[in-house]
Protein backbone atom coordinates (compact mmCIF):
# COMPACT_ATOMS: atom_id res chain seq x y z
CA UNK A 1 0.00 0.00 0.00
CA UNK A 2 1.46 3.65 -0.57
CA UNK A 3 1.43 5.41 2.31
CA UNK A 4 -0.82 8.76 2.27
CA UNK A 5 1.20 11.22 0.63
CA UNK A 6 2.79 14.10 2.41
CA UNK A 7 2.92 17.70 2.09
CA UNK A 8 6.46 17.19 0.40
CA UNK A 9 5.48 15.31 -2.16
CA UNK A 10 5.77 16.97 -5.61
CA UNK A 11 3.95 16.88 -9.10
CA UNK A 12 6.84 15.43 -10.52
CA UNK A 13 6.99 12.10 -8.31
CA UNK A 14 3.20 11.34 -9.29
CA UNK A 15 4.08 12.13 -13.38
CA UNK A 16 6.70 9.35 -12.47
CA UNK A 17 5.00 7.12 -11.29
CA UNK A 18 2.96 7.32 -13.83
CA UNK A 19 5.02 6.90 -16.49
CA UNK A 20 6.90 4.10 -15.30
CA UNK A 21 3.42 1.90 -14.24
CA UNK A 22 1.18 3.09 -16.67
CA UNK A 23 0.53 2.36 -20.58
CA UNK A 24 1.71 5.63 -22.19
CA UNK A 25 -1.92 6.03 -24.11
CA UNK A 26 -2.80 9.56 -22.68
CA UNK A 27 -0.74 12.98 -22.57
CA UNK A 28 -2.37 15.02 -20.02
CA UNK A 29 -1.30 18.38 -18.64
CA UNK A 30 1.22 17.92 -15.93
CA UNK A 31 -0.81 18.71 -12.96
CA UNK A 32 -2.32 16.49 -10.68
CA UNK A 33 -5.62 16.24 -8.97
CA UNK A 34 -6.25 15.22 -5.17
CA UNK A 35 -9.58 16.49 -4.76
CA UNK A 36 -13.07 18.01 -6.36
CA UNK A 37 -15.79 20.03 -5.35
CA UNK A 38 -18.35 21.14 -7.71
CA UNK A 39 -16.42 23.30 -10.46
CA UNK A 40 -13.35 22.95 -8.59
CA UNK A 41 -10.10 20.66 -8.25
CA UNK A 42 -7.48 20.78 -6.38
CA UNK A 43 -3.70 19.43 -6.91
CA UNK A 44 -0.97 17.59 -4.57
CA UNK A 45 0.84 20.85 -4.13
CA UNK A 46 -2.07 22.95 -2.65
CA UNK A 47 -3.47 24.83 -5.99
CA UNK A 48 -6.84 25.20 -6.83
CA UNK A 49 -8.16 25.28 -10.48
CA UNK A 50 -11.65 25.74 -12.04
CA UNK A 51 -12.42 22.34 -14.13
CA UNK A 52 -13.25 23.64 -17.32
CA UNK A 53 -13.55 20.38 -18.93
CA UNK A 54 -15.91 18.75 -16.51
CA UNK A 55 -14.69 15.06 -17.55
CA UNK A 56 -15.37 15.76 -20.97
CA UNK A 57 -19.19 16.54 -20.19
CA UNK A 58 -19.20 13.60 -17.32
CA UNK A 59 -19.14 15.91 -14.57
CA UNK A 60 -22.02 17.82 -15.54
CA UNK A 61 -23.24 18.27 -12.11
CA UNK A 62 -20.20 19.10 -10.30
CA UNK A 63 -17.29 17.13 -8.49
CA UNK A 64 -19.16 15.16 -5.65
CA UNK A 65 -22.67 16.31 -5.69
CA UNK A 66 -23.62 15.88 -2.47
CA UNK A 67 -27.58 14.07 -3.44
CA UNK A 68 -25.27 11.96 -5.62
CA UNK A 69 -22.26 11.34 -3.28
CA UNK A 70 -25.44 10.01 -0.70
CA UNK A 71 -27.36 7.99 -3.04
CA UNK A 72 -23.81 6.12 -3.71
CA UNK A 73 -23.02 5.74 -0.14
CA UNK A 74 -26.64 4.61 0.90
CA UNK A 75 -26.26 2.09 -1.73
CA UNK A 76 -22.97 1.08 -1.46
CA UNK A 77 -23.88 0.10 2.67
CA UNK A 78 -26.69 -2.17 0.52
CA UNK A 79 -25.92 -4.11 -2.60
CA UNK A 80 -23.94 -3.22 -5.08
CA UNK A 81 -23.22 -5.97 -7.58
CA UNK A 82 -25.99 -8.54 -8.23
CA UNK A 83 -24.87 -9.56 -12.20
CA UNK A 84 -28.60 -9.73 -14.27
CA UNK A 85 -28.67 -13.37 -13.46
CA UNK A 86 -30.85 -11.69 -10.48
CA UNK A 87 -33.61 -8.91 -10.13
CA UNK A 88 -32.92 -5.75 -8.32
CA UNK A 89 -34.70 -3.07 -6.62
CA UNK A 90 -32.93 -0.34 -8.68
CA UNK A 91 -33.01 -0.93 -11.73
CA UNK A 92 -36.61 -0.77 -12.66
CA UNK A 93 -36.73 2.77 -10.55
CA UNK A 94 -33.81 3.99 -12.77
CA UNK A 95 -34.85 2.86 -16.27
CA UNK A 96 -38.64 4.19 -15.50
CA UNK A 97 -36.99 7.78 -14.62
CA UNK A 98 -34.43 7.50 -17.59
CA UNK A 99 -37.56 7.04 -20.11
CA UNK A 100 -39.53 9.85 -18.60
CA UNK A 101 -36.63 12.25 -18.92
CA UNK A 102 -35.59 11.07 -22.63
CA UNK A 103 -39.54 9.93 -23.94
CA UNK A 104 -38.10 6.78 -24.94
CA UNK A 105 -40.41 3.27 -23.76
CA UNK A 106 -37.43 1.17 -23.06
CA UNK A 107 -33.60 1.39 -21.87
CA UNK A 108 -30.78 -1.06 -21.94
CA UNK A 109 -28.24 -0.40 -19.25
CA UNK A 110 -24.55 -0.77 -20.10
CA UNK A 111 -21.59 1.00 -18.07
CA UNK A 112 -19.12 2.85 -20.79
CA UNK A 113 -20.12 5.09 -24.12
CA UNK A 114 -18.44 2.71 -26.06
CA UNK A 115 -20.61 -0.41 -24.72
CA UNK A 116 -23.91 1.75 -25.33
CA UNK A 117 -23.05 2.88 -28.96
CA UNK A 118 -22.14 -0.94 -29.28
CA UNK A 119 -25.52 -1.72 -27.96
CA UNK A 120 -27.06 0.41 -30.50
CA UNK A 121 -25.47 -0.97 -33.54
CA UNK A 122 -25.96 -4.57 -32.39
CA UNK A 123 -30.19 -3.44 -32.09
CA UNK A 124 -30.00 -1.90 -34.82
CA UNK A 125 -28.49 -4.30 -36.97
CA UNK A 126 -30.50 -6.96 -35.91
CA UNK A 127 -33.74 -5.12 -36.62
CA UNK A 128 -32.57 -4.24 -40.43
CA UNK A 129 -32.55 -8.14 -40.59
CA UNK A 130 -35.72 -8.84 -38.67
CA UNK A 131 -37.52 -6.30 -39.27
CA UNK A 132 -36.94 -4.62 -42.12
CA UNK A 133 -35.52 -7.54 -44.47
CA UNK A 134 -31.80 -6.45 -45.09
CA UNK A 135 -30.56 -9.66 -46.23
CA UNK A 136 -28.28 -11.51 -43.44
CA UNK A 137 -24.86 -10.11 -42.95
CA UNK A 138 -25.43 -6.83 -45.94
CA UNK A 139 -26.41 -4.26 -43.50
CA UNK A 140 -24.97 -0.94 -43.47
CA UNK A 141 -25.06 1.68 -40.82
CA UNK A 142 -23.71 5.33 -42.72
CA UNK A 143 -21.16 6.86 -39.99
CA UNK A 144 -19.83 10.63 -40.36
CA UNK A 145 -16.67 11.95 -41.23
CA UNK A 146 -14.42 13.46 -38.15
CA UNK A 147 -16.28 11.13 -35.92
CA UNK A 148 -15.97 9.71 -32.31
CA UNK A 149 -17.61 6.60 -30.80
CA UNK A 150 -15.37 5.46 -28.65
CA UNK A 151 -12.32 2.91 -28.54
CA UNK A 152 -13.54 -0.50 -29.50
CA UNK A 153 -12.02 -2.20 -32.70
CA UNK A 154 -15.25 -1.95 -34.30
CA UNK A 155 -15.70 1.45 -33.35
CA UNK A 156 -12.36 2.86 -34.29
CA UNK A 157 -12.94 0.78 -37.25
CA UNK A 158 -15.10 3.52 -38.90
CA UNK A 159 -13.23 6.60 -37.78
CA UNK A 160 -11.61 8.82 -39.84
CA UNK A 161 -8.84 9.48 -37.74
CA UNK A 162 -6.10 7.64 -39.20
CA UNK A 163 -4.05 7.61 -35.23
CA UNK A 164 -6.87 5.58 -34.01
CA UNK A 165 -7.30 2.68 -36.37
CA UNK A 166 -3.46 2.54 -37.08
CA UNK A 167 -2.26 -0.67 -36.11
CA UNK A 168 -5.10 -2.51 -34.67
CA UNK A 169 -7.00 -3.89 -38.20
CA UNK A 170 -8.58 -6.05 -39.37
CA UNK A 171 -11.76 -4.17 -38.76
CA UNK A 172 -16.07 -5.09 -38.75
CA UNK A 173 -17.39 -4.26 -41.67
CA UNK A 174 -21.05 -2.37 -42.69
CA UNK A 175 -19.86 1.49 -42.41
CA UNK A 176 -20.63 3.88 -44.74
CA UNK A 177 -19.04 7.16 -44.17
CA UNK A 178 -20.49 10.24 -45.25
CA UNK A 179 -18.95 14.09 -44.69
CA UNK A 180 -20.50 15.57 -41.63
CA UNK A 181 -23.22 18.17 -41.95
CA UNK A 182 -23.57 17.22 -45.45
CA UNK A 183 -27.31 15.91 -45.56
CA UNK A 184 -27.67 15.75 -50.01
CA UNK A 185 -24.24 13.75 -49.35
CA UNK A 186 -26.37 11.50 -46.63
CA UNK A 187 -29.14 10.81 -48.66
CA UNK A 188 -26.74 9.98 -51.51
CA UNK A 189 -24.97 6.83 -49.58
CA UNK A 190 -28.56 5.93 -48.89
CA UNK A 191 -29.33 2.30 -50.03
CA UNK A 192 -31.75 -0.69 -49.47
CA UNK A 193 -29.18 -2.10 -46.99
CA UNK A 194 -28.99 1.01 -45.03
CA UNK A 195 -29.94 0.11 -41.17
CA UNK A 196 -28.83 3.24 -39.43
CA UNK A 197 -27.31 6.65 -39.46
CA UNK A 198 -25.05 7.19 -36.03
CA UNK A 199 -24.61 10.68 -35.47
CA UNK A 200 -23.32 13.26 -32.99
CA UNK A 201 -25.41 16.23 -33.02
CA UNK A 202 -22.37 17.84 -31.98
CA UNK A 203 -19.01 16.87 -33.03
CA UNK A 204 -17.23 16.81 -29.10
CA UNK A 205 -13.80 15.22 -29.60
CA UNK A 206 -13.59 16.25 -33.30
CA UNK A 207 -13.39 20.18 -32.23
CA UNK A 208 -16.67 20.94 -31.42
CA UNK A 209 -18.22 20.99 -34.61
CA UNK A 210 -21.62 22.14 -34.72
CA UNK A 211 -23.61 20.90 -37.87
CA UNK A 212 -25.41 23.33 -40.45
CA UNK A 213 -28.76 24.37 -39.01
CA UNK A 214 -31.04 21.79 -40.21
CA UNK A 215 -28.66 19.15 -40.74
CA UNK A 216 -30.20 16.82 -37.98
CA UNK A 217 -33.95 17.87 -39.21
CA UNK A 218 -33.27 16.81 -42.70
CA UNK A 219 -31.31 13.82 -41.95
CA UNK A 220 -34.14 12.71 -39.81
CA UNK A 221 -36.70 12.72 -42.32
CA UNK A 222 -34.76 11.11 -44.47
CA UNK A 223 -34.35 8.19 -42.33
CA UNK A 224 -38.19 8.48 -41.78
CA UNK A 225 -38.36 7.95 -45.34
CA UNK A 226 -36.66 5.30 -45.86
CA UNK A 227 -37.13 2.87 -42.96
CA UNK A 228 -33.34 3.71 -41.81
CA UNK A 229 -33.11 3.97 -37.79
CA UNK A 230 -31.74 7.58 -37.02
CA UNK A 231 -28.90 6.45 -33.99
CA UNK A 232 -28.40 9.94 -31.82
CA UNK A 233 -24.36 9.59 -29.64
CA UNK A 234 -25.74 12.09 -27.50
CA UNK A 235 -23.14 10.89 -24.57
CA UNK A 236 -21.39 14.41 -24.52
CA UNK A 237 -23.88 16.32 -25.92
CA UNK A 238 -26.77 15.02 -24.17
CA UNK A 239 -28.05 15.85 -20.31
CA UNK A 240 -28.02 19.16 -20.29
CA UNK A 241 -24.53 19.73 -21.92
CA UNK A 242 -25.60 22.21 -24.97
CA UNK A 243 -28.34 24.16 -23.53
CA UNK A 244 -31.44 21.57 -23.95
CA UNK A 245 -31.69 18.54 -22.59
CA UNK A 246 -30.46 16.58 -25.97
CA UNK A 247 -28.77 18.30 -28.09
CA UNK A 248 -31.06 16.80 -31.12
CA UNK A 249 -34.17 18.86 -29.47
CA UNK A 250 -32.52 22.33 -30.86
CA UNK A 251 -34.30 20.92 -33.84
CA UNK A 252 -37.36 18.80 -32.51
CA UNK A 253 -35.73 15.84 -33.71
CA UNK A 254 -36.64 12.60 -32.19
CA UNK A 255 -33.89 10.07 -32.71
CA UNK A 256 -34.67 6.33 -33.04
CA UNK A 257 -31.92 5.08 -30.97
CA UNK A 258 -30.97 7.62 -28.03
CA UNK A 259 -27.18 7.02 -26.73
CA UNK A 260 -26.30 8.33 -23.29
CA UNK A 261 -23.65 7.74 -21.13
CA UNK A 262 -20.92 10.43 -19.12
CA UNK A 263 -23.08 12.37 -17.07
CA UNK A 264 -25.71 9.64 -16.82
CA UNK A 265 -23.04 8.29 -13.79
CA UNK A 266 -22.99 11.59 -12.10
CA UNK A 267 -18.89 11.84 -12.23
CA UNK A 268 -18.96 9.01 -9.38
CA UNK A 269 -19.33 5.59 -11.70
CA UNK A 270 -19.68 4.40 -15.19
CA UNK A 271 -23.64 4.03 -16.38
CA UNK A 272 -24.28 4.13 -20.17
CA UNK A 273 -27.23 3.26 -21.86
CA UNK A 274 -29.12 2.79 -25.24
CA UNK A 275 -32.88 4.18 -25.45
CA UNK A 276 -35.60 3.11 -28.32
CA UNK A 277 -38.93 1.97 -28.30
CA UNK A 278 -40.66 -1.59 -28.54
CA UNK A 279 -40.02 -1.90 -32.20
CA UNK A 280 -35.89 -1.44 -32.45
CA UNK A 281 -35.67 -2.49 -28.57
CA UNK A 282 -37.93 -5.46 -28.60
CA UNK A 283 -35.35 -7.66 -31.31
CA UNK A 284 -33.33 -8.02 -27.98
CA UNK A 285 -34.08 -11.91 -26.24
CA UNK A 286 -32.48 -13.30 -23.35
CA UNK A 287 -28.69 -14.27 -23.57
CA UNK A 288 -28.65 -11.60 -27.43
CA UNK A 289 -26.51 -8.68 -25.18
CA UNK A 290 -25.22 -7.83 -21.76
CA UNK A 291 -23.17 -7.04 -19.26
CA UNK A 292 -21.97 -8.24 -15.57
CA UNK A 293 -22.06 -4.83 -14.31
CA UNK A 294 -24.96 -3.17 -16.46
CA UNK A 295 -27.72 -2.03 -14.29
CA UNK A 296 -26.58 -2.66 -11.05
CA UNK A 297 -27.92 -1.11 -8.20
CA UNK A 298 -24.89 1.20 -7.36
CA UNK A 299 -24.87 2.54 -10.79
CA UNK A 300 -28.76 2.59 -10.97
CA UNK A 301 -29.10 4.45 -7.80
CA UNK A 302 -26.20 6.70 -8.98
CA UNK A 303 -27.77 7.13 -12.09
CA UNK A 304 -31.15 7.97 -10.93
CA UNK A 305 -29.64 11.01 -8.95
CA UNK A 306 -27.28 12.04 -11.40
CA UNK A 307 -31.10 12.72 -13.46
CA UNK A 308 -33.04 13.96 -10.45
CA UNK A 309 -30.09 17.10 -9.84
CA UNK A 310 -30.05 17.80 -13.51
CA UNK A 311 -33.90 18.06 -13.74
CA UNK A 312 -34.13 19.44 -10.40
CA UNK A 313 -31.67 21.68 -10.60
CA UNK A 314 -32.10 23.11 -13.57
CA UNK A 315 -29.25 22.48 -14.99
CA UNK A 316 -30.56 22.54 -18.29
CA UNK A 317 -31.38 26.36 -18.38
CA UNK A 318 -28.68 27.34 -16.68
CA UNK A 319 -26.49 25.44 -19.37
CA UNK A 320 -28.41 27.74 -22.18
CA UNK A 321 -28.53 31.10 -20.02
CA UNK A 322 -25.02 31.09 -18.78
CA UNK A 323 -23.63 29.18 -22.32
CA UNK A 324 -25.01 32.34 -24.47
CA UNK A 325 -23.56 34.93 -22.36
CA UNK A 326 -20.17 33.66 -22.25
CA UNK A 327 -19.97 32.47 -25.76
CA UNK A 328 -20.80 36.35 -26.77
CA UNK A 329 -18.01 37.58 -24.11
CA UNK A 330 -15.68 34.94 -25.31
CA UNK A 331 -16.69 36.14 -29.09
CA UNK A 332 -16.04 40.08 -27.87
CA UNK A 333 -12.21 38.99 -27.23
CA UNK A 334 -10.14 40.78 -29.34
CA UNK A 335 -7.28 38.06 -30.17
CA UNK A 336 -5.19 38.04 -33.13
CA UNK A 337 -4.60 33.78 -32.27
CA UNK A 338 -8.62 33.26 -32.25
CA UNK A 339 -9.84 32.03 -35.60
CA UNK A 340 -13.18 31.18 -34.61
CA UNK A 341 -16.19 30.34 -31.34
CA UNK A 342 -18.71 27.97 -31.59
CA UNK A 343 -20.97 25.91 -29.45
CA UNK A 344 -24.20 25.50 -27.95
CA UNK A 345 -24.77 25.76 -24.18
CA UNK A 346 -22.00 25.41 -22.21
CA UNK A 347 -19.69 23.32 -24.98
CA UNK A 348 -18.18 25.94 -26.56
CA UNK A 349 -14.89 25.66 -28.73
CA UNK A 350 -12.16 28.46 -29.30
CA UNK A 351 -10.70 27.46 -32.58
CA UNK A 352 -6.83 28.65 -32.80
CA UNK A 353 -5.36 30.36 -35.61
CA UNK A 354 -2.45 27.61 -37.09
CA UNK A 355 -0.51 30.92 -37.27
CA UNK A 356 -0.57 30.93 -33.68
CA UNK A 357 1.15 27.23 -33.46
CA UNK A 358 -2.04 24.66 -31.77
CA UNK A 359 -3.81 25.01 -28.32
CA UNK A 360 -1.73 23.32 -25.92
CA UNK A 361 0.28 25.99 -24.93
CA UNK A 362 -2.99 28.17 -24.31
CA UNK A 363 -3.94 25.59 -22.37
CA UNK A 364 -0.73 25.05 -20.50
CA UNK A 365 -1.05 28.91 -20.42
CA UNK A 366 -4.12 28.67 -18.74
CA UNK A 367 -3.39 26.48 -16.39
CA UNK A 368 -0.70 28.35 -14.67
CA UNK A 369 -4.00 30.91 -14.16
CA UNK A 370 -5.66 28.35 -12.64
CA UNK A 371 -7.77 27.12 -15.34
CA UNK A 372 -8.39 23.42 -16.40
CA UNK A 373 -9.08 22.87 -20.05
CA UNK A 374 -7.83 20.80 -22.84
CA UNK A 375 -7.18 21.12 -26.41
CA UNK A 376 -8.92 18.90 -28.87
CA UNK A 377 -8.41 17.80 -32.28
CA UNK A 378 -4.88 20.22 -31.82
CA UNK A 379 -6.21 23.78 -32.70
CA UNK A 380 -9.38 23.69 -30.47
CA UNK A 381 -9.75 24.95 -26.50
CA UNK A 382 -12.90 23.13 -25.34
CA UNK A 383 -14.57 24.88 -22.59
CA UNK A 384 -17.15 23.02 -20.76
CA UNK A 385 -17.57 23.38 -17.34
CA UNK A 386 -20.12 22.06 -14.55
CA UNK A 387 -23.54 23.31 -15.70
CA UNK A 388 -23.66 24.20 -11.49
CA UNK A 389 -21.10 26.68 -12.07
CA UNK A 390 -21.99 30.12 -10.94
CA UNK A 391 -22.13 33.26 -12.93
CA UNK A 392 -19.50 35.07 -10.97
CA UNK A 393 -16.83 31.45 -11.92
CA UNK A 394 -17.16 32.46 -15.37
CA UNK A 395 -16.64 35.78 -14.77
CA UNK A 396 -13.30 35.22 -13.38
CA UNK A 397 -12.55 32.75 -15.95
CA UNK A 398 -13.23 35.03 -18.53
CA UNK A 399 -10.52 37.76 -17.26
CA UNK A 400 -7.90 34.86 -17.37
CA UNK A 401 -9.12 33.92 -20.86
CA UNK A 402 -9.11 37.47 -21.71
CA UNK A 403 -4.95 37.33 -20.45
CA UNK A 404 -4.29 34.53 -22.31
CA UNK A 405 -5.92 34.95 -25.75
CA UNK A 406 -4.73 38.46 -25.87
C1 LIG B 1 -16.84 9.92 -24.71
C2 LIG B 1 -17.66 9.55 -25.88
C3 LIG B 1 -17.89 8.22 -26.22
C4 LIG B 1 -17.21 7.05 -25.51
O1 LIG B 1 -17.52 6.99 -24.15
P1 LIG B 1 -16.58 6.10 -23.19
O2 LIG B 1 -17.31 6.14 -21.87
O3 LIG B 1 -15.24 6.77 -23.14
O4 LIG B 1 -16.51 4.75 -23.78
C5 LIG B 1 -18.71 7.94 -27.29
N1 LIG B 1 -19.30 8.93 -27.99
C6 LIG B 1 -19.10 10.23 -27.70
C7 LIG B 1 -19.79 11.28 -28.50
C8 LIG B 1 -18.27 10.58 -26.64
O5 LIG B 1 -18.04 11.87 -26.38
Known amino acids: MTPPHSAHDTTDRFLDEASRFGANNYKP??????????????????????????????????????RIIEAARSQMERLTLTSRAFHNDRMGPFLRRLCEVTGFEKALPMNTGAEAVETAIKMVRKWGYRVKGVPEGRAEIIVCSNNFHGRTTTIVGFSSEAQYRDGFGPFTPGFVEVPYGDADAFESALTDRTVGFLVEPIQGEGGVIVPPEGYLARTRALCAERDVAFMADEIQTGLGRTGRMFCCDWEDVRPDVLIVGKALGGGVYPVSAALADGELMDVF??????????????????????????????????SAELGAWFMDELRSIRS????????KGLMIGVEILASSGTARPFCEALQDRGILAKETHHQVIRFAPPLTIARSDLEWALGEIREVLR
Open 29 to 66: LPVVLERGDGVWVHDVEGRKYLDMLAAYSAVNQGHRHP
Open 285 to 318: HPGDHGSTFGGNPLGAAVGEAALDVIVDERLVER
Open 336 to 343: PHVKEVRG
